[in-house]
């Protein structure tokens, strides 16, 4: 099996690591990203539902009110687990990517049962809101976190990102701005090319091209259990060494 670093921002580092464990392999978590809470307004009175499309919109929402009565729209399978740990009864769950959430949308809910409310981060990826306006629906973007880049890594993953195989075989990348807060720190460690940079879709793969690579996969969906996935071809290869 192989010994993998996890740069996902917390609490889903957390979630992803102790998969890993589960599955054989050794996890390193250096969150590339910290998720700081900002003051929002909590009041959904009039709002129809809830829409998350990160675990850590669930995490800052739920902190900060205690509203639970909302049908709450996921965009994956993390955010909704998410959802589901926090309370939330009624969880709707996308494919993975805002496209598939709003086509979720659109097929299940009522434009006219009111407004969606979606608790965003303050750098928003994608606009979820132009795509339901294109069906009907009103979306009100409030953001509740914002994501800090990493200063540094910790001393034992600076060792193992010198070190690599089989001190290192694979990083985990969720996001494509902890990829470029990744690349910013690794660049004195040129090239990586032993270990591979296993990615949660194209874009973040893009943001990780920024070093010199083993390998760069891309997990067939935008789902933590399909990045997961492609670890066994990395167990493979070192054990054809």
């Excluded at 900002?38 to 129809?48: I, L, M, N, R």
Aim: with cysteine; glycine share 8%; hydrophobic share 55%.
């Amino acid at each position: 099996m192989a010994r993998v670093l996890v740069t996902r921002a917390a609490p889903g580092a957390a979630a992803t690591a102790a998969r890993l464990e589960a599955l054989g392999h050794d996890a390193l978590v250096a969150p590339m990203l910290r998720i700081d809470a900002v003051p929002a307004d909590t009041d959904v009175a009039g709002f129809q539902g809830l829409v998350f499309t990160s675990s850590n919109g669930v995490a800052a929402f739920a902190a900060a009110s205690p509203v639970r009565s909302l049908p709450a729209w996921c965009v994956g399978e993390a955010t909704a687990e998410a959802a589901q740990a926090a309370g939330f009864p009624k969880v709707h769950v996308a494919g993975g990517d805002l496209h598939r959430l709003a086509a979720l949308i659109g097929a299940a809910a009522r434009a006219d049962a009111g407004p969606l409310l979606q608790a965003a981060g303050a750098d928003l990826a994608g606009d979820l809101a132009q795509l339901l306006g294109a069906e009907g629906f009103s979306v009100t973007v409030r953001t509740f976190y914002r994501a800090l880049e990493a200063e540094g890594f910790p001393a034992a993953v600076e060792a193992a990102l010198a070190a690599g195989p089989p001190t290192l075989e694979a990083v985990l990348f969720h996001s494509a701005r902890g990829a470029a807060a990744f690349v910013k720190l690794a660049k004195h460690h040129d090239p990586l090319a032993r270990i591979d940079a296993l990615c949660l879709s194209a874009a973040v793969a893009q943001a990780a091209c920024g070093l010199t690579w083993r390998r760069v996969a891309v997990a067939a969906e935008p789902l933590d259990s399909a990045l997961l996935a492609l670890l066994p071809a990395v167990a493979m290869r070192e054990g054809s060494h």
